[in-house]
T-cell receptor, first 112, second 116 residues
Framework: EDQVTQSPEALRLQEGESSSLNCSYTVSGLRGLFWYRQDPGKGPEFLFTLYSAGEEKEKERLKATLTKKESFLHITAPKPEDSATYLCAVQAGADSWGKLQFGAGTQVVVTP | NAGVTQTPKFRVLKTGQSMTLLCAQDMNHEYMYWYRQDPGMGLRLIHYSVGEGTTAKGEVPDGYNVSRLKKQNFLLGLESAAPSQTSVYFC???????????????FGPGTRLTVL
């Protein structure tokens, strides 16, 4: 059975304290791995898509990487405005366009 | 360009009542989706549509029906609400697989539904 597991469930950081979030997956035929940011009471906001092992993408203080079994979202020198829940999702298998399987998310709190 | 919008933002129902959630997108996307989000479980796909007049079941379709009469709108219906349907509902849209454009899904702001 396909699974997407995110860890840790919650992370509390001091401003400037870099850290990494993990998204591990067991799926057949990965087509894409997506990272979203979700603020309280709002819908998920797209961050990155990664398609193959070794791929990396960056946006401001965020950097996403992908291996054959997991993805990491690195937060470098975070600021309080980086506080949010970060979701990862995978698209896997034939005819999987649009069929995302989400992890439960990692809630990040960055304190000044 | 409003993106994906959802109506209403909040709703409280009694068990057995019915209601319809409306999703609209102005990005000319072919595909549209309905998800529910529950604490600790992540987003789960309820139903989706690959074009006007077509719908298909997702991971958790029981108790819900959908319709896509216009390309820009996707309706989610609850015929007889149950407390287990208390959740936050999100609509999303994307380009089609054959478009050759991105497969990114864009989400609406959500509807918080409580069934008493």
């Amino acid at each position: 059975e396909d699974q997407v597991t995110q860890s840790p469930e919650a992370l509390r950081l001091q401003e400037g304290e870099s850290s990494s979030l993990n998204c591990s997956y067991t799926v057949s035929g990965l087509r894409g791995l997506f990272w979203y940011r979700q603020d309280p009471g709002k819908g998920p906001e797209f961050l990155f898509t990664l398609y193959s092992a070794g791929e990396e993408k960056e946006k401001e203080r965020l950097k996403a990487t992908l291996t054959k079994k997991e993805s990491f979202l690195h937060i470098t020198a975070p600021k309080p405005e980086d506080s949010a829940t970060y979701l990862c999702a995978v698209q896997a298998g034939a005819d999987s366009w649009g069929k995302l399987q989400f992890g439960a998310g990692t809630q990040v709190v960055v304190t000044p | 360009n409003a993106g994906v919008t959802q109506t209403p933002k909040f709703r409280v129902l009694k068990t057995g009542q019915s209601m319809t959630l409306l999703c609209a997108q102005d990005m000319n996307h072919e595909y549209m989706y309905w998800y529910r989000q529950d604490p600790g479980m992540g987003l789960r796909l309820i139903h989706y549509s690959v074009g006007e007049g077509t719908t298909a079941k997702g991971e958790v379709p029981d108790g819900y029906n959908v319709s896509r009469l216009k390309k820009q709108n996707f309706l989610l219906g609850l015929e007889s609400a149950a407390p287990s349907q208390t959740s936050v509902y999100f609509c999303a849209s994307s380009y089609s697989r054959t478009s050759g454009i991105t497969d990114t899904q864009y989400f609406g702001p959500g509807t918080r539904l409580t069934v008493l």
